[in-house]
């Protein structure tokens, strides 16, 4: 439901009317995959000295992903965020765009992490175990 001035409703996301809708899941993608391996590696038991000021660090994170992504798609980066205002509005103009990109992101991010940052780690415990197979 549009309004009569055109606008989308209360704290709608709606993709720049310049992007196409594949470019604007890449810039969904794009954000939410920066923010993934924010998560990814705040949650690395590696960090785990480094967590003093988590929240100022995420904090700053998103001000500067929503002002690097907002003019383009909103930089929504969750579908939380952009399903309750859809549904206040009734508003579901290309709102696929930010369901599909942050679920994509969440996926390649969490298994590139894994893949490349803690390799290491599971190779660790791997020799570990052998070792106790050995001695028994």
């Not at 709608?12 to 939410?32: D, G, H, K, N």
């Not at 038991?45 to 001000?63: H, I």
């Not at 992101?105 to 590139?112: H, K, L, N, R």
Request: include cysteine; proline fraction near 4%; charge should be positive.
């Amino acid at each position: 439901m549009k309004f009569e001035n055109g606008s989308h409703g209360v704290c709608a996301t709606i993709p720049s009317t310049e992007l196409t809708s594949f470019q604007a899941i890449l810039v969904e993608i794009l954000l939410s995959l920066i923010l993934s391996f924010a998560n990814c590696s705040s949650w690395d038991y590696r960090n785990s000295s480094r967590s003093d000021s988590v929240p100022l660090k995420f904090g700053f994170l998103v001000a500067a992903l929503i002002m690097a992504g907002g003019p383009y798609t909103g930089a929504s980066m969750n579908p939380a965020k952009s399903f309750a205002p859809a549904l206040w509005n009734n508003d579901w103009e290309k709102h696929w765009v930010y369901w599909i990109g942050p679920l994509v992101a969440a996926v390649v991010a969490s298994t590139c992490y894994r893949i490349i940052f803690l390799k290491n780690k599971l190779h660790t415990q791997r020799s570990e175990s052998l070792k106790l197979n050995d001695n028994c």
